[in-house]
């Protein structure tokens, strides 16, 4: 699943409950945070 499509279907679970979402995702790969060059930055682990 792309993040565009995890980010679709979050958001229209949410607005089809009532509810609203004012923060963000971030895309992990193999335990790592996915910069927006797409390479690798810090491990989501050590957080």
Known sequence: MT???????FIGF???????FGGGITEIQDGY???SNR???SSA???
Do not use: K, Q
Not at 14 to 20: C, K, P
């Open 33 to 35: 945070y996915i910069l």
């Open 39 to 41: 390479s690798s930055g």
């Open 3 to 9: 993040e565009d499509e995890f980010w679709r279907e």
């Open 14 to 20: 949410v607005e089809s409950t009532g509810w609203s």
């Open 45 to 47: 682990l050590d957080d």
